[in-house]
């Protein structure tokens, strides 16, 4: 898929979403149904994409299951005692850039993999890491924030905020 195709269909999930977002919430699926349906002309050039992208995932979830090490006395690499119990990753990823500039993952074979890919994977790890121990400390403000006093599980953010900061989240 093309940078212009790619632009595109993030065009396309962006008018979709927003349209669900007035409902409050929607699940992926709904939102792949109101793109199937109101866009299905440009998304014709993007199944292939689409297949590729399903492929993908199937295969990250895969991988993130296997090991190099079962932990059951299997084994594809002999392991000092001192680390025998560590779970290793059978393949991992890396950060990659294809000859049109697209960023995408090699997957390596962790016993194949150089110091250099490793090194490239342990900072991708951290940088995710950083990014959700950053997310989650903003969430954390806004339950301290809320505090104990609500007792409507139910409730929503949006009406939280109104009531305790006199304003709406989007003004924030």
Known sequence: ???????????????CRDELRASGRYT????????KF?????????????ERSAFTTIHRE??????AFTGEGETQLTFPSEIMNIK?????????RTEDGDDEFLWTIFEEATLQE????????????????NRLNDMLVIEDSIGNDIED??????SIFKRLFGRDQDAA
């Not at 895969?62 to 090991?67: C, F, G, K, S, T």
């Not at 599980?153 to 949006?158: I, R, S, V």
Request: hydrophobic share 40%; charged share 25%; net charge neutral.
């Open 1 to 15: 898929m093309t940078k212009n195709e790619k632009a595109r269909l993030r065009e396309i999930v962006r008018a």
């Open 28 to 35: 992926t699926s709904e939102l792949y149904e109101l793109g």
């Open 38 to 50: 109101k866009y299905s002309e440009q998304l014709k050039a993007c199944s292939e994409q689409w």
């Open 62 to 67: 895969l991988a993130r299951q296997e090991q």
């Open 88 to 96: 290793i990753p059978a393949s991992i990823t890396v950060p990659y």
């Open 118 to 133: 490793f090194h490239a994977y342990i900072g991708m790890l951290r940088a995710q890491i950083a990014a959700d121990t």
């Open 153 to 158: 599980m139910a409730e929503t953010m949006g």
